[in-house]
């Protein structure tokens, strides 16, 4: 299998890093140090960690033919995404809006669809 998209995480400071570092490390994946690769059942991550950019790229570089880059990436995202929830940046604390941005995709808050308090006229 070829490389999966790199995930590009924004935004991101030491202790959230710190914190995949743990989550990572009691799943079976070492991370040390701020750029580096691991692999586990076959499947090679590599990631770059920059705390002065303040963002975290990771990327999938090879896996089994059976497992989708779809699902890597969607596992990666995730154990990304709780880390950077649970210890959000201090400038943003108060914003729990705030989210980091992945490489092609986008994430927005939409507003609750309005709901009509009259009647719609039907036009006879």
């Known amino acids: 299998m070829s ?10 400071t030491q202790a959230q890093f710190d914190c995949l570092s ?3 490390s009691a799943a079976g994946i070492n991370i040390s140090g701020n750029a580096g690769s691991a692999s586990q059942d076959r499947i090679t991550v ?6 002065t950019a303040a963002t975290l ?8 033919f059976f497992v989708p880059c779809g699902t890597i990436n969607s ?3 995730d154990l990304v995404e709780s880390c950077l929830v649970l210890t959000p940046d201090a400038s943003v604390a108060g914003n729990r809006s705030h989210r ?10 939409l507003p609750p669809p309005r709901r009509s308090t009259s009647k719609a006229l ?3």
């Not at 790229?57 to 089994?64: E, L, N, R």
């Not at 980091?100 to 808050?109: A, C, F, K, L, W």
């Open 3 to 12: 490389s999966c998209a790199t995930q590009v995480f924004s935004n991101v």
């Open 22 to 24: 743990q989550k990572a």
């Open 46 to 51: 590599e990631w770059t960690f920059e705390p």
């Open 57 to 64: 790229s990771i990327q999938c570089t090879s896996a089994p």
């Open 75 to 77: 596992k990666i995202h």
């Open 100 to 109: 980091p941005q992945t490489v092609g995709r986008r994430y927005e808050r």
């Open 122 to 124: 039907h036009p006879l």
